[in-house]
T-cell receptor, first 113, second 114 residues
Framework: DTGVSQDPRHKITKRGQNVTFRCDPI?????LYWYRQTLGQGPEFLTY????????KSRLLSDRFSAERPKGSFSTLEIQRTEQGDSAMYLC???????????FGNGTRLTVT | QQQVKQSPQSLIVQKGGIPIINCAYE??????FPWYQQFPGKGPALLIA?????SEKKEGRFTISFNKSAKQFSLHIMDSQPGDSATYFC?????????????FGKGTLLTVNP
């Protein structure tokens, strides 16, 4: 169990650019979540995958955001045409089925200049 | 609409003190209440969690008290240490219907002075 891995840890981009983040969940965790955390706030739910199926999306996930989990293992979160308001920590989390707890990665901190 | 309200926003205690962090929820469908600890630059880490069928749960120095009728729950940290200085988040979810999607409070920044 090596934990949830996220890459990159930090990303600085200019407004209008596209960015993509990657999440590798804990091995055999078939449920994967993306959250966003802004300074001084708790994490906010963005989207949820069970295996490769994206089962729920928050209204926070605008049309500029897209997430995939093509083979039910790693996941990517892409933000197109970034805006300054997208600056935040993007957290990935995973769990197995049943009552298993949610395990978070250390996040990708995005700064849009 | 903030579904989980957490207080206080920040808390300073001396080593050995017992900080108490409180949370209140609105959604009566919530049935799973975890607490997470977060250090700067790190993701949240699960500390302890409770379900409404018990009023208290203890793990090491951490205790959750749960009041279902008041829709409130709290975290107590016994014999607090400087290493406990971190941000603490309460959360809640409806495990039956919402894919364990967690709704978080805004967090409490705890400082334990030596």
């Amino acid at each position: 169990d090596t934990g949830v891995s996220q890459d990159p840890r930090h990303k600085i981009t200019k407004r209008g650019q596209n960015v993509t983040f990657r999440c590798d969940p804990i091995s055999e965790h078939n449920r994967l979540y993306w959250y966003r955390q802004t300074l001084g706030q708790g994490p906010e739910f963005l989207t949820y995958f069970q295996n490769e199926a994206q089962l729920e999306k928050s209204r926070l996930l605008s049309d500029r955001f897209s997430a995939e989990r093509p083979k039910g293992s790693f996941s990517t979160l892409e933000i197109q045409r970034t805006e300054q308001g997208d600056s935040a920590m993007y957290l990935c989390a995973s769990r197995t089925k049943g009552d298993s707890p949610l395990h978070f990665g250390n996040g990708t901190r995005l700064t849009v200049t | 609409q903030q579904q989980v309200k957490q207080s206080p926003q920040s808390l300073i205690v001396q080593k050995g003190g017992i900080p108490i962090i409180n949370c209140a929820y609105e959604n009566t469908a919530f049935d799973y209440f975890p607490w997470y600890q977060q250090f700067p630059g790190k993701g949240p880490a699960l500390l302890i969690a409770i379900r409404p069928d018990v009023s208290e749960k203890k793990e090491g120095r951490f205790t959750i008290s749960f009041n279902k009728s008041a829709k409130q729950f709290s975290l107590h940290i016994m014999d607090s240490q400087p290493g406990d200085s971190a941000t603490y988040f309460c959360a809640a979810s409806n495990s039956g219907g919402s894919n364990y999607k967690l709704t978080f409070g805004k967090g409490t920044l705890l400082t334990v002075n030596p």
